[in-house]
């Protein structure tokens, strides 16, 4: 999932600490790195882009299919890009977010490993809300996956997953996210 990186409209809580400008110019070359490292033939990558009008945007990998998020909540656009991500889902399906400077081809395949047993995958994130949702058979997720859910807050994870109760429900790597400038700073070193 992408937002159009355009200077007051992405990354705005860490635009309000670094500049509105260099929080955009972080996030639109933080993207393009991210696609270039994610690219796999095991999937493929479908971006899911907002607003949709951005879907037409030369920022984005020709080769790569481009589908309009809509304009409804987080939880509603979530829901429809694992169901529809460019046409009817068959599953399994991933969706990632793009503030997620850590991530990489094996975080991705652990979590559709999981899939194999279980309905729906979580990323879990250290702020208590998740990078990656994934679905086996994402047209039988409930129709009220995520309702309700308290998005950039400790309690996004734990609300989406009450919404997804007597589903099997995995969790895979923790990960940090990008909010604030202290985000930017690479995680603390153990040197034991």
């Given at each position: 999932?992408?937002?159009?990186?355009?200077?007051?409209?992405?990354?705005?809580?860490?635009?309000?600490?670094?500049?509105?400008?260099?929080?955009?110019?972080?996030?639109?070359?933080?993207?393009?790195?991210?696609?270039?490292?994610?690219?796999?033939?095991?999937?493929?990558?479908v971006?899911a882009?907002?607003?949709?009008?951005?879907?037409?945007?030369?920022?984005?990998?020709?080769?790569?299919?481009?589908?309009?998020?809509?304009?409804?909540?987080?939880?509603?656009?979530?829901?429809?890009?694992?169901?529809?991500?460019?046409?009817?889902?068959?599953?399994?399906?991933?969706?990632?977010?793009?503030?997620?400077?850590?991530?990489?081809?094996?975080?991705?395949?652990r979590?559709?490993?999981?899939?194999?047993?279980?309905?729906?995958?979580?990323?879990?994130a250290?702020?208590?809300?998740?990078?990656?949702?994934?679905?086996?058979?994402?047209?039988?997720?409930p129709r009220?996956?995520?309702?309700?859910?308290?998005w950039?807050?400790?309690?996004?994870?734990?609300?989406?997953?009450?919404?997804?109760?007597?589903?099997?429900?995995?969790?895979?790597?923790?990960?940090?996210?990008?909010?604030?400038?202290?985000?930017?700073?690479?995680?603390?070193?153990?040197?034991?």
């Open positions: 999932m992408l937002r159009e990186p355009r200077p007051g409209q992405v990354k705005t809580r860490l635009g309000r600490e670094i500049g509105m400008i260099p929080a955009a110019w972080w996030y639109r070359h933080h993207c393009a790195r991210l696609l270039r490292r994610l690219r796999d033939r095991r999937w493929r990558i971006l882009i907002t607003p949709d009008r951005a879907t037409g945007s030369r920022l984005w990998p020709a080769d790569l299919i481009r589908s309009p998020q809509g304009r409804d909540d987080l939880g509603q656009r979530m829901l429809r890009g694992l169901r529809r991500p460019d046409g009817p889902a068959r599953g399994p399906v991933c969706l990632i977010g793009s503030d997620i400077p850590d991530i990489t081809r094996a975080h991705i395949a979590a559709f490993v999981a899939l194999g047993d279980h309905d729906a995958v979580f990323g879990p250290e702020d208590g809300g998740f990078w990656l949702v994934g679905a086996r058979h994402p047209a039988r997720l009220d996956s995520f309702n309700g859910a308290r950039s807050s400790r309690h996004a994870l734990a609300d989406s997953l009450a919404t997804l109760s007597g589903l099997r429900v995995a969790l895979v790597d923790r990960l940090r996210d990008v909010d604030c400038a202290a985000d930017l700073r690479p995680p603390p070193t153990d040197f034991k």
